[in-house]
């Protein structure tokens, strides 16, 4: 009997190695329109995955309709998508306890952690709230968690990793605020790191974290994130303003924390903010962006570069097949899957969502 059950055993991975080195599809790598999203376009949202098949997008900007000129509303809202069968849940779930845009928001052990973002006062400028709430799929439920402590710094757009060993998620960087109107002031970036403790539901207090953690190399907001191999990467983003873009490459090892911030040497081909990013493999996939100078660019970039974190080095890969920024990306399986975003520099976000994948199989 066990004899049988470890050859069964042994077949079926011998079955899985045959299955994947089996010729692929040639075009590589692609892209695949989903189903767009319902009820509102949306920009300026997280994007997470709630497990291996359901996709979740919180909180961002809609637009108020029939405005003219175009006016956007920050929303609470929460809606979820189904990988296998291609579909938005048709009610969307539980909202947020607050309407946020750019949330710092990412799942750890079937939990969705809002860790504060930017909140409308309707003032004219959207400023960090130090808010912050747990969201259990399960029962489709919301509670609140401590708050921000005043001495981090509240904000919204920051790079987020989590260290599955520990259950610790970090915030890297972020924006203070996001004026609307002239005059208001700058969108203020910080280089500021926190973090949060997912198995005592307690902030890490900035003291306990070794001096080279509690800052970045430099002031980052609207700048990729992904975790491989237990290093957190920070790859390009903004410094005060949609159009000074950067391209460095931040890396925090998250099991060496006292090595601390270091920078790679390898740099985008095309320093950017506003990207969506996510890795596969090796490597870090970044998308599209905000403040392209080019004419008939309507300020919006629509390259795909990838960070191959074995090599410190960069590649192209083309082209969106709809360029945008502000919105964000998740790796589930060998696919990347962004929804939403603007199409034009500040506010116009879409309900578009594809797929990319990097490679030339689709496994699903
Ligand atoms: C993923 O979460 C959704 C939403 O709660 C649930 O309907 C689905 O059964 C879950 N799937 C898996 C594989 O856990
Ligand atoms: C959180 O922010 C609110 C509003 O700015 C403030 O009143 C409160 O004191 C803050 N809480 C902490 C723990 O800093």
Not at 186 to 202: G, K, L, M, Y
Not at 268 to 274: D, E, V
């Amino acid at each position: 009997m066990e004899l049988f059950t470890r050859t069964v055993l042994l077949l079926s991975v011998l079955h899985g190695m045959l299955v994947q080195a089996a010729p692929c599809n040639p075009r590589s790598p692609h892209w695949k329109a989903l189903a767009p999203i319902p009820l509102y376009p949306r920009q300026e949202h997280t994007t997470l995955a709630l497990n291996s098949t359901t996709l979740a997008i919180l909180g961002g900007i809609i637009p108020i309709t029939n405005s003219s000129p175009p006016l956007f509303t920050t929303t609470p809202l929460l809606q979820l998508y189904d990988i296998p069968t291609n579909k938005w849940h048709p009610a969307p779930a539980a909202p947020a306890p607050i309407p946020i845009n750019h949330p710092n928001a990412v799942v750890v052990n079937s939990k969705l952690y809002l860790l504060g973002g930017l909140s409308d006062a309707g003032d004219g400028v959207w400023r960090g709230t130090n808010q912050s709430f747990v969201y259990d799929i399960r029962s489709n439920t919301w509670s609140a968690l401590p708050p921000m402590p005043a001495s981090d710094v509240a904000r919204g757009s920051a790079a987020m990793g989590v260290d599955e060993q520990t259950g610790v998620v970090y915030l890297a960087g972020g924006m203070t605020q996001l004026p609307l109107i002239e005059g208001a002031g700058v969108q203020e970036s910080v280089a500021a790191v926190s973090a949060f403790d997912t198995r005592t539901n307690q902030w890490v207090s900035l003291g306990s974290l070794p001096r080279g953690v509690r800052r970045m190399p430099g002031r980052r907001d609207h700048a990729g994130a992904a975790v491989v191999q237990g290093v957190l990467y920070v790859l390009g983003g903004r410094d005060t303003g949609q159009t000074n873009v950067r391209g460095e490459v931040f890396a925090l090892n998250l099991r060496d924390l006292g090595k601390g911030w270091v920078t790679k040497k390898g740099v985008m081909p095309t320093p950017r903010g506003g990207v969506s990013a996510a890795a596969v493999g090796g490597k870090v996939y970044v998308f599209g962006g905000e403040g392209n100078p080019e004419e008939g660019s309507d300020g919006v970039f629509g390259q795909v570069e990838a960070y191959d974190t074995r090599t410190d080095s960069w590649e192209r890969l083309g082209r969106m097949r709809a360029p945008r920024h502000g919105t964000s990306a998740v790796a589930v399986g060998r696919g990347v899957y962004i929804p939403g975003g603007g199409i034009r520099l500040g506010g116009a976000p879409v309900d578009t969502f594809d797929v990319f994948y990097p490679e030339a199989c689709e496994w699903l």
